[in-house]
């Protein structure tokens, strides 16, 4: 299992964000759905991170 913000866990598999996209804020908390999502506690956006793949060149 890796580490998640504040020393949290997050489950396997789940990308651990440091800080929301949108607002910036580091008060981050996994959400069941959609799968790998997470909830910024100060905008209440939820948002996934997804690795597209690599960069050529």
């Known amino acids: 299992m890796t ?3 504040e020393g949290g866990a997050a489950p ?3 990308a ?3 800080y929301c996209p ?3 804020d580091e008060e981050l908390v996994p959400q069941a759905e959609p ?4 909830k910024c ?3 209440l956006r939820v ?3 997804r ?5 050529s060149g």
């Open 16 to 18: 651990v964000p440091f």
């Open 3 to 5: 580490s998640g913000p």
């Open 51 to 55: 690795l597209v793949g690599l960069a």
């Open 22 to 24: 949108y607002c910036g």
């Open 41 to 43: 506690e100060a905008c």
């Open 12 to 14: 396997e598999g789940r």
């Open 47 to 49: 948002f996934t991170v």
């Open 35 to 38: 799968a790998g999502a997470w």
